[in-house]
């Protein structure tokens, strides 16, 4: 069974950090791709990053781009999503998620965590 598990969510100021992790287990992601989407409270769940696990190439989202970064840790089997300088409209619940192609189209994810919390305050 296919499991991923987000952490790292909670409360920051403005102008603040968070590192959100996703663990993932059931399968094997090495021919994947793993991202980040977020959906703040009445919109839809929107693309923030993604990594090609085979070689690295990553796509963000252009109001992240700069902010976010994205990596991977093979031998933890874990994506992880640093987001600095943040800002109230970051403020939302982030998903961790996984698809066949490097894509930011939410539909060919097939695969996803339950989601984390992230607020930020101004």
């Known amino acids: 069974q296919v499991q991923l598990v987000e952490s790292g969510g909670g409360l920051v100021q403005a102008g603040g950090s968070l590192r959100l992790s996703c663990v993932a287990s059931?399968?094997?992601?090495?021919?994947?791709?793993m991202a980040w989407f977020r959906q703040a409270p009445g919109k839809e769940r929107d693309f923030v990053a993604a990594?090609?696990?085979?070689?690295?190439?990553?796509y963000y989202e252009d109001s992240v781009q700069g902010r976010f970064t994205i990596s991977r840790d093979n031998a933890k089997n874990t994506v992880y999503l640093q987001m600095n300088s943040l800002k109230p409209e970051d403020t939302a619940v982030y998903y961790c998620?996984?698809?066949?192609?490097?894509?930011?189209?939410?539909?060919?994810?097939?695969?996803w965590g339950q989601g984390t919390q992230v607020t930020v305050s101004s």
């Open positions: 998620a996984s698809a066949q192609i490097l894509t930011r189209r939410r539909s060919l994810y097939d695969y």
């Open positions: 990594i090609r696990w085979s070689d690295d190439r990553i």
């Open positions: 059931g399968r094997t992601f090495s021919s994947r791709t």
